[in-house]
């Protein structure tokens, strides 16, 4: 059976992840903020090495997948916070253990948004991340709103992919990225609560063309399958498990 480490892994998509990945077997290490084998704020530099440290100190022979799954949603202040976790964690805590990985020649699964799309790779914001450049992207995106940190970050995370693949499989690492819909969470419900973003996101969960929103087993259905030996020569793509509503959106992109 398999070793896998999983950020954000004590509610919603993260937790069921981990409860299938025990469910087959396979030994998981969660790391987030409340709990876990690691308790860690990745929003800060500290948090992330000790989540990184504490990763490597569990096995140091290996892993067969690593899944950022933290994340923040939109309407989480301040608005720099959305950043650093959704982006700026996620690089560096899948950088810092790139090479356990690469020794079982695993996975390591990114969970984007079907959001993505509606902030381009152009938007100062996405370039300051994809530059690398923290406290310029936290000034930035602390002018602008929640949709443009939400929905940004996740650009700029799967752009970070893509542009990662060959570089990462080259050394033995398999870089995807799953892009879930509106699904049941404790932060999407956070979302549902907002007055200004509630009923919007409501709205278009109406017009999902498979009808309303996921709950987390059916994203983690794909993840777990994604991570696993059977998926083995998907690499480099961007999984929408949305329900239609990218299609719905951008029906001549794919």
Same mark, same amino acid.
């Given at each position: 059976?398999?070793?896998?480490?999983?950020?954000?892994?004590?509610?919603?998509?993260?937790?069921?992840?981990?409860?299938?990945?025990?469910?087959?077997?396979?030994?998981?290490?969660?790391?987030?903020?409340?709990?876990?084998?690691?308790?860690?704020?990745?929003?800060?530099?500290?948090?992330?090495?000790?989540?990184?440290?504490?990763?490597?100190?569990?096995?140091?022979?290996?892993?067969?997948?690593?899944?950022?799954?933290?994340?923040?949603?939109?309407?989480?202040?301040?608005?720099?916070?959305?950043?650093?976790?959704?982006?700026?964690?996620?690089?560096?805590?899948?950088?810092?253990?790139?090479?356990?990985?690469?020794?079982?020649?695993?996975?390591?699964?990114?969970?984007?948004?079907?959001?993505?799309?509606?902030?381009?790779?152009?938007?100062?914001?996405?370039?300051?991340?994809?530059?690398?450049?923290?406290?310029?992207?936290?000034?930035?995106?602390?002018?602008?709103?929640?949709?443009?940190?939400?929905?940004?970050?996740?650009?700029?995370?799967?752009?970070?992919?893509?542009? @990662?693949?060959?570089?990462?499989?080259?050394?033995?690492?398999?870089?995807?990225?799953?892009?879930?819909?509106?699904?049941?969470?404790?932060?999407?419900?956070?979302?549902?609560?907002?007055?200004?973003?509630?009923?919007?996101?409501?709205?278009?969960?109406?017009?999902?063309?498979?009808?309303?929103?996921?709950?987390?087993?059916?994203?983690? @259905?794909?993840?777990?399958?994604?991570?696993?030996?059977?998926?083995?020569?998907?690499?480099?793509?961007?999984?929408?498990?949305?329900?239609?509503?990218?299609?719905?959106?951008?029906?001549?992109?794919?």
């Amino acid at each position: 059976m398999g070793v896998y480490a999983l950020t954000g892994g004590a509610t919603g998509i993260g937790a069921e992840l981990k409860r299938q990945l025990v469910d087959q077997g396979h030994r998981v290490i969660t790391v987030d903020i409340k709990e876990g084998d690691i308790v860690a704020d990745l929003s800060t530099a500290d948090g992330r090495q000790l989540a990184v440290k504490g990763i490597r100190e569990r096995a140091a022979d290996g892993l067969d997948g690593f899944i950022p799954c933290a994340g923040l949603p939109p309407v989480a202040r301040p608005l720099s916070l959305i950043a650093s976790v959704n982006f700026f964690a996620v690089v560096e805590t899948i950088e810092g253990i790139k090479d356990l990985v690469a020794k079982k020649r695993g996975t390591v699964l990114i969970v984007a948004s079907n959001s993505a799309p509606m902030v381009p790779t152009d938007d100062r914001f996405v370039q300051l991340c994809l530059g690398g450049d923290e406290a310029a992207a936290l000034a930035e995106i602390e002018q602008r709103d929640g949709h443009t940190a939400y929905a940004g970050s996740k650009r700029a995370v799967s752009n970070w992919m893509r542009r @990662n693949v060959v570089d990462y499989a080259q050394a033995g690492v398999r870089l995807n990225a799953v892009a879930p819909g509106i699904t049941r969470t404790p932060l999407s419900e956070q979302v549902m609560a907002d007055e200004e973003l509630g009923p919007a996101m409501q709205q278009f969960g109406e017009m999902v063309p498979w009808g309303g929103t996921a709950q987390p087993e059916q994203i983690a @259905n794909v993840m777990r399958f994604m991570l696993s030996r059977e998926a083995d020569f998907i690499c480099g793509s961007v999984v929408f498990v949305d329900g239609g509503s990218d299609a719905m959106l951008r029906p001549d992109d794919f």
